[in-house]
């Protein structure tokens, strides 16, 4: 019989029950190479030294048919009475080794038992960790248990609702049905829940344990979906909190509150490079509130942003930071265009982020990157808007205001040198100066209204787009109307765009149109629709399709491309003499 291999030094030496009588052999010494081994070099010189003995003594004899009944005694009787103890004597032997040997198969049989359940355990734990949600978790600990067990039926349930079950089937083709379960084995899954195995014979106390087993390993595979669930929920709220705000320290603030939750931290500091490569606090807050920046970065952030990677620091390297704090934690915030910044996490305890969770920290600081980076080109773009809207401002003054004012001048200047000459011309000049101040006092009134600041984020769409329809009627003397139906959701970004979109046409018909009334309609289905309507004087579009209003810097075209980078489209339909129709629309965020 070949025995089993393996590597002996991975495999516990395990105890072999031995038959009594073996062992009982084995303590004198004679196993049954050493009984065969006497036998052979014992038994024949034994038996020619009897033989001479019992045939010196037979020739003593004084009868000779004494001599004949004595050799039928001896050779008759004796001899296979000898012959029979030796060969029994050798028996025992070989029947306690075909004992042993049952045994071994026994063993090897159980061991290779073992051996197929620790790999069904290995591949459910592989299984498990694979599992990409709670769902696939329950199926593939339900079917592993089957294997693993040997069970009939597996129903598995956690807390929440969830469950799922497995079994086998009998039967053939088309006639599949499940296999009965006389016996039921239920065993508690550490953090709740429960694991129920049907068995068509009594399970064995070994089952039991592997059970209970099984139930850890289900509890651990449970956990970590739970975990990687609330790290992408983490992430996910990071994301959506961060994604549209512009403002750089409540951006920073969002972002590190939520890293300080996740770790268990109780301070923590922003430190971002400044123009020329400087780190500097830009956003900090401990237990005593928030901190003031501008400030230099301490040594401890200047050495995670020279390692690239996170570090931590105690007791003299984390009171550097924070004042009291015994241990932090710094990563860096880096993109492909280098170093953004290093956020720092600190907390009053002695190694509070052994245990923290670097890789989901340095993600949540990877967004925080690329909301940094986005923030800072919103602002960006705002300076290069405002000092576009400046120069238009100017334009618009010097070529439009200041030069009326000057005519007004004039006009008052001619008024002056006729008065006593020609009053009643002199009386039509000033009536004439008097109109052109007065349209120039409301286009000055227009242009400070389409400039007044708009909290969209404060109020929202609809509220916004209520509240300057109102305005814009009141200020330009034009009857406003506006309607607002269906269901309104848009992303901060395309709220934006709708909002600058009625602003631009607003001040166009203020500007342009000479209207009597305005009509907008704000609808939302599956897209979102803006219409702004007049019945001003209208005009040609494909002769003025490039005009910039006096509102926003936004010609036709201009706006066209805003609404339709967003997948949107933008119209206008107007002719001299019959109004103008502005009709913008966009997909629902």
Known sequence: MSAPTGPAEDTPALPVPLDPDRAHLEERGFRLSDRVRVVRNVLPPLIVLVVGVVEFLISRLPVPRQELWAHLLFYGLLGPAVTYFSVEWIAQGTRARERAERELRDLYGQLHASHAQLGAVQALMRDLTDAPDMGAVLEVAARGALRVTGAVHATLTVPGGLSASAGNEVGGLGGAAPTPAAYTLKVPVPGGGALALGFVQPPAETTEALAQALAAEVARGVEAVRQRTLDLMTLYSVDQSIRAERNMRRLLSRVTRTMAERAGAEARAVFLSDQDGVLRLEYAQDRQGEKPGGLPAPPFA????????????????????????????????????????????????????????????????????????????????????????????????????????????????????????????????????????????????????????????????????????????????????????????????????????????????????????????????????????????????????????????????????????????????????????????????
């Open 302 to 589: 200047q050495q995670v942003a020279q390692a690239g990677a996170p570090l931590t620091a105690a007791d003299e390297g984390a009171a550097g930071v924070f004042p009291g704090a015994r241990s932090v934690l710094g990563i860096p915030m880096r993109d492909e265009e280098g170093l953004v910044g290093v956020i720092v996490l600190g907390d009053a305890r002695d190694r509070a982020f052994d245990d923290a969770r670097v890789s989901l920290l340095a993600l949540m600081a990877g967004q925080a990157t690329l909301a940094v980076r986005n923030a800072r080109a919103y602002l960006y773009s705002e300076e290069l808007a405002i000092s576009d809207e400046r120069a238009r401002i100017a334009r618009e003054i010097h070529d439009g205001v200041a030069q009326s004012l000057a005519f007004a001048a004039l006009k008052l200047d001619i008024v002056a040198r006729q008065l006593h000459a020609d009053p009643a011309k002199a009386e039509a000049e000033v009536r004439a100066a008097t109109q052109l101040l007065r349209e120039q006092i409301r286009e000055v009134r227009r242009s400070i209204f389409a400039l007044r600041p708009i909290d969209l984020e404060r109020y929202g769409l609809l509220e916004t787009v209520r509240r300057y329809v109102l305005d814009f009627g009141e200020q330009n003397n034009i009857r406003a109307q506006l309607n607002i139906s269906g269901d309104v959701q848009l992303s901060p970004g395309d709220e934006a765009v709708v909002f600058r979109i009625l602003q631009e046409s607003l001040n166009n018909v203020a500007k342009h149109a000479r209207a009597q009334e305005v009509k907008v309609t704000l609808h939302g289905g599956e897209r979102v629709t803006l219409r702004v309507q007049d019945d001003g004087a209208g005009f040609d579009p494909a002769t003025i399709t490039g005009r910039v209003s006096s509102a926003g810097g936004l010609g036709l075209l201009q706006m066209r491309e805003r609404v339709e980078a967003r997948g949107g489209t933008y119209r206008v339909l107007s002719s001299p003499g019959h109004g103008t129709l502005v009709e913008a629309e966009l997909p629902q965020g």
